[in-house]
């Protein structure tokens, strides 16, 4: 097997021993870039000479007999809408074409201190806005599992990265199914955290009471991994929540006996892909088998949650994205009369369509008569929405639906028909309007040979009982090299 | 047209910032005149990714200010984003309160002189609620376009709001000159007007008297200083009252003040008023005190200047306006009250003598009273020792210069200095004898009618003693030798 291809727990393992040196493995990895990325475009900005300079440090330090984190010397991609210090952080938007952050993400200051080496910035749709990283100003990135085929988003660059083996391990975000949607389509495991345990500060907000920086890896372990790196309260967070997290590794592999496991009958209607529909019912079955408990529950407003979450993440957005008007940093136009011509070109000739329509909503529904008829109707529905997962984790321990409607799309397939494009969005947005995490686990494939991905959902800090259920998943469905 | 039959009304919105250590959302200093562009960072400059965290004292300082003005306190409330473009507003939103203040549904006692007597009045308070300053633009003539300071960004505001409750362009003084001495007794703002930490829009309207509903409003903007307010009130109303005379009607309008010119300018109608599209700021969460928080608060509050200005005048018999620049100053205020509660010295006295030298030496050396060696027995002393003829007024000026700077006794300094006054006839007939001795001619003037000329005798007789005579002793004496001859 080749470094790129092994999970971080493996090489972290190996890294310990000595076995293989941090140079090596990102070597190997900027071996598979240059090997693939002229095909999959998963990167706006390689990283390799710092990488190679980080590697070498875990490497002396290791020698040195310091002590060091699971993850030190691990190759990590990172979504280039988390700021990284000195290096580009661009949204994939022409507006921070060369914005250079004088300051790190609270994640990034996190995962310096556990010595992980960064590949580089991944390409994403443009703000984040988006389901299939096509609206990246920048490149399209293409599906490694059908290069025809997008990767998914807006976290497409992170998946398609971490399944071509361009990086082990990649952090995305996830405002509506950011993170899930891509490791899907690209056949890896991807968290949405529960909202407020990862900090948000450096994460360039789309909607900010939606928005997770997220793991995305290539097993639920690896997952738990990163996640357990990354997570915490942080004072530069308002919003992240003070409480004491475990390490995540450690609550794996405890079974599934006596798991109350739901199905909401809403997620298995119409619209779902047949396929991905069994793919995801068998899934089930084969918790049923083992000790699980499953039953159907229903969750009656998931038929508003996309206007509900349409609404208020482009209300939100609309506000976040107003500082981008020419005049700090980021792009301005070159020609201009006065103030207003210099906003209005600066932010016509620096966003794209996609960025524009949501402003453009967002705009709208916070306007003034309209305010009542959209955005607090949409809070109001947020609050049922929250309350309704509230009374299924009564009964339930884990929900189980498909992440996706189906599997991977072409490339250009939806970019005309946003509607068509939201509506994929169907399984994933209910979860980050209620707060909640859900994972994303390969379930199968489909007729055509792509990756289909079942979501296991849970109530607000279930991470340890997430992930332990994907991970006897992965185990039990033979998913891995045991 | 007649001004008489109409009235004016009048609502205010003060901006205070706040004296706070820090910024509202992050920790750069709250400090006014510095370098350009120093005192801020990727928080205030509103960087991408960046993130908010609410600074508690504004919050402490804000609910102060609300119980000072009898405010109900929202011991649960939000904060929400103004969404407007402006190149000092990095953000493009300012982080404001909307639909929940902090405080809500106050009132403030005010104290009016007008036509030569004064009235309390009492004005309404709508809201207070906290909110972040903007930047700054600079013009420079050397650069085509603007720049801009971002130093003010996320300074610490406070947003109060009043009824429509006035009436004159004096009451609207009174309100402002109020709220400002509530600030400071608060200390919870610098109140330096020349800085601009206290800036006010005005709200005027005008209708016939006896009339029940409001006329249509007008708001002013960039209303610097309390007298601008007044011009501006004036102004404003006389404007109104001239369209309504020639049968025109008012329309609802932002107007921007120019102080220099005197004339407020039209800057925007309804039509043109912008949708700030308010929501709820969802970096920060809801703010909720905790009743003993918000109680303990309220404990802190001082007697108020506006209640302590009726207290002085009517405790220790002072004039309105004696008591009112007294009370402005809370360090003042203090050293009165303690110099006065010596019950030796007369208020009116020690009032005297706070008002005239030691406001002069504060205004020229720019010191506090704390900065000096004065206490408060020192100078209950000091006047009772002029008062009591121990030594001159003369004598006494030269004893507060000792005891601002030096931590002396003032018998000794009286004592060191010979200062103490001579009442004695007996030794001061001598120097009266001479006097007249050496100005036959004053004498004579004076007993032609020219009595001015007793002055002229009264001053010889003072620099002949070196200044220790009594004046009135030393002027009975001469009268008794002219009227003697």
């Keep these: ?482 | 047209m007649d001004y008489k039959d109409y009235e004016v009304i009048v609502g205010l919105e003060v901006h205070a910032e706040l004296s706070t250590e820090s910024k509202i959302y992050c920790s750069c200093r709250n400090k006014f005149g510095v370098e350009v562009n120093t005192e801020c960072c990727p928080i205030c400059m509103g960087m991408p990714g960046t993130l908010p965290t609410l600074n508690q004292k504004v919050v402490e300082y804000a609910v102060k200010m609300g119980h000072a003005l009898n405010c109900t306190i929202h011991n649960v409330c939000k904060q929400d984003r103004k969404n407007y473009f402006y190149p000092d507003l990095p953000k493009a939103y300012q982080i404001s309160q909307f639909d929940i203040p902090l405080c809500e549904h106050g009132y403030l006692d005010v104290l009016v002189e007008e036509d030569g007597t004064v009235r309390e009045k009492r004005i309404g308070i709508t809201r207070i609620h906290i909110e972040e300053d903007a930047g700054k633009l600079l013009h420079d003539e050397s650069f085509a376009g603007s720049l801009v300071d971002f130093n003010r960004c996320g300074v610490p505001l406070i947003e109060i709001v009043s009824e429509p409750d006035m009436r004159s362009s004096a009451e609207a003084k009174a309100y402002l000159e109020t709220i400002k001495s509530v600030l400071q007794y608060l200390d919870i703002s610098d109140c330096k007007m020349q800085e601009g930490s206290i800036r006010c829009d005005v709200n005027v309207s005008v209708r016939k008297k006896g009339e029940t509903k409001f006329g249509t409003r007008c708001e002013m903007k960039n209303v610097n200083t309390f007298s601008g307010a007044m011009r501006a009130i004036d102004f404003e109303a006389q404007r109104q009252i001239a369209v309504l005379e020639q049968g025109g009607i008012i329309e609802q309008e932002t107007r921007r003040w120019d102080d220099a010119k005197g004339e407020s300018i039209p800057l925007r109608s309804k039509e043109d008023a912008q949708d700030y599209r308010y929501f709820p700021e969802p970096d920060l969460l809801t703010i909720v005190l905790d009743d003993a928080y918000v109680e303990n608060l309220k404990r802190q509050i001082p007697e108020l200047p506006n209640k302590k200005t009726a207290r002085f005048m009517k405790e220790y018999g002072l004039t309105y306006g004696d008591a009112l620049l007294l009370v402005e100053s809370p360090e003042k205020s203090v050293l009165f009250e303690q110099a006065a509660a010596s019950k030796k010295a007369s208020p009116k006295g020690i009032c005297n003598w706070i008002l005239g030298d030691i406001t002069r030496v504060m205004n020229e050396t720019g010191k506090t009273i704390a900065d000096t060696k004065l206490t408060p027995e020192k100078l209950a002393y000091l006047v009772e020792c002029i008062e009591s003829g121990k030594i001159s007024n003369t004598s006494g000026k030269v004893v507060f210069e000792i005891i601002l700077n030096e931590d002396k006794n003032i018998d000794e300094i009286i004592k060191e200095k010979n200062l103490a006054q001579i009442s004695d006839a007996s030794a001061l007939n001598a120097i009266v004898e001479e006097v007249i001795k050496n100005n036959q001619k004053s004498i004579d003037d004076y007993r032609g009618g020219k009595t001015n000329a007793l002055g002229f005798l009264v001053g010889q007789c003072m620099k002949a003693s070196k200044g220790q005579g009594n004046p009135a002793k030393m002027k009975e004496l001469l009268l008794e030798y002219i009227d003697k001859q």
């Design chain 1, 1 to 482: 097997m080749k470094l790129y291809e092994m999970t971080a727990s493996e090489l972290s393992g190996q890294l310990k021993e000595k076995k293989i040196s941090a140079r090596e493995l990102t070597e190997a990895v900027f071996a598979r870039i240059d090997e693939t990325e002229s095909d999959i475009g998963a990167y706006i900005t390689l990283n390799r000479e710092t990488a190679l300079k980080q590697a070498d440090a875990v490497d002396q330090k290791r020698a040195a007999g310091e002590p060091l984190s699971p993850l030190a010397g691990i190759p990590v991609g990172i979504k280039d809408n988390i700021c990284t210090k000195g290096m580009l952080t661009t949204c994939a938007s022409r507006m921070l074409e060369n914005f250079v952050p004088p300051y790190n993400a609270t994640v990034m200051d996190k995962l310096a201190a556990d010595d992980i080496v960064i590949t580089g910035k991944l390409n994403m749709d443009e703000f984040a806005m988006g389901s299939s990283t096509e609206t990246s100003y920048f490149k399209q990135t293409k599906n490694p599992a059908d290069l025809t085929r997008v990767p998914g988003g807006s976290s497409g660059g992170s998946a398609a990265a971490v399944a071509a083996g361009e990086a082990v391990l990649a952090l995305g975000s996830d405002t509506g199914g950011s993170i899930r949607q891509p490791s899907s389509f690209c056949g890896v495991v991807g968290l949405k955290p529960t909202y407020g345990s990862v900090s948000r500060y450096g994460l360039v907000a789309f909607a900010s009471s939606l928005d997770q920086i997220g793991p995305i890896g290539k097993s639920v372990r690896d997952v738990a991994m990163l996640y357990s790196a990354i997570c915490g309260p942080d004072k530069m967070d308002a919003t992240s929540v003070r409480k004491i997290y475990p390490d995540f590794t450690r609550s794996l592999g405890k079974g599934i006996s006596g798991l109350k496991l739901g199905l909401p009958k809403e997620y298995f209607g119409l619209g779902i892909d047949s396929e991905t529909k069994n793919a995801v019912l068998a899934a089930a079955k084969l918790f049923e088998q083992n000790g699980a408990v499953v039953k159907e529950v229903s969750l009656p407003s998931t038929d508003y949650a996309l206007s509900a979450y349409y609404i208020i993440a482009s209300a939100e957005a609309s506000s976040n994205l107003a500082r981008f008007d020419g005049v700090k940093y980021g792009y301005r136009t070159p020609q201009y009369e006065n103030l207003t011509e210099m906003y209005e070109k600066t932010r016509s000739e620096g966003f794209g369509t996609e960025v524009k329509r949501r402003i453009l909503l967002g705009t709208f529904v916070l306007s003034s008569g309209y305010y009542d008829a959209y955005y607090k109707r949409a809070k109001l529905l947020q609050k049922r929405i929250a309350a309704e997962f509230a009374s299924a984790f009564a009964d339930c321990d884990l929900l189980l639906t498909p992440t996706t409607p189906g599997t991977a799309f072409k490339l250009g397939e939806n970019t005309d028909d946003p509607l068509k494009m939201y509506a994929g969005d169907i399984c994933t947005v209910t979860v980050n309007i209620a707060g909640l995490p859900a994972l994303s686990i390969p379930c199968g494939t489909d007729s055509k040979g792509l990756p289909v991905g079942m979501q296991l959902i849970g109530a607000k800090f279930s991470e340890e009982q997430l992930l332990n259920a994907a991970d006897w998943y992965e185990s039990a469905a033979g998913l891995r090299a045991e």
